[in-house]
């Protein structure tokens, strides 16, 4: 696949979705094909599926629009999922998936095994929302389609930090720039800005965070009776992992928190020398090299003892 045209033949209707716990780039992805399909295929009838999107994606245009549940029996020609990694991943219209006439997989993580009847991963860009502009035709890619892409890029990359950012992310960025969205708003409200209980909390992970293997680990967590006490869930607890991976010394951070007891979030980020993405599959999960996470039962200490047992295989392979 070259164009996403090349799947659109002979469609009339489509849905499109993304994974659980949809975060900026699964948002940005989806939103921006859903645009784009409205904009240019009117003749399309085009559905998008997401599981409940944070409020601080309201930017993106027809956002609205989104359906957070399933409705019934449906059959659609044609069902692309954009940043799943997993098919049992897909929320919340995994069954749409399943009886749909053709299936379309857009994604990047390098994990992805290909679940779709096409599928056009590319576990060397950014983010889905850079491979999806891969497969757009530039000239049609107006400020609303440029704007939801946006929002992805920047958030899969830590803002362009992430060492998979590369001089191609910066150009697209540029041109999507050229269409006249507010940038610097959309990082600001959408990445940056966090509510004054979103600060306790990561300030409290962060002065109870603990460093193992001699300084080469550190684990923030967050209980789910603490997490009660704050009012707080999932969705409440973003770049907390980010931040603890800047530690000075740190090669691995490491968060979790509980979603049901003994029931942990597993997020991991690395600094380079451990490819978490690794342990991730190892457990279940999936993701990059430098970001991944994974669902893992039992108590927090056997959690953390888990993980980090695979860290330091990994650690250890790379001195021998």
Known sequence: MNNISEVLEQVKTMAISGHIRPDGDCVGSCMALYLYIKEWYPDIQVDIYLDHPKPVFGHIDRIDEI????????EYDLFVTCDVSAKERIAPAGEYFESA?????????????GFADINYIRGDISSASEVLYGLLDKEKVNRSVAASIYTGMAHD?????????T?????????????GFNFSRIIDESFYQKTYIQNQVMGRVLAESIMLQNGKCIVGYM??????FYGVDGKDLDGIVSQLRLTQGVEVALFLYETESQIFKVSMRSNGKVDVSRIAVFFGGG???RAAGCDLRGSMYDVVNNITAQIEKQLQEQED
């Open 101 to 113: 006439k053709k299936t379309v997989c857009i994604d990047h993580h390098i994990s992805n095994p």
């Open 157 to 165: 990359t830590g803002v362009f930090q992430y060492s998979s950012t």
């Open 67 to 74: 359906k957070t549940e399933a409705e019934g029996k449906k």
């Open 167 to 179: 001089p191609e992310t910066m150009c697209i960025a540029g041109e999507l720039m050229k269409t």
């Open 287 to 289: 993701g990059h090299t």
């Open 223 to 228: 209980k789910k009776k603490d997490m009660d």
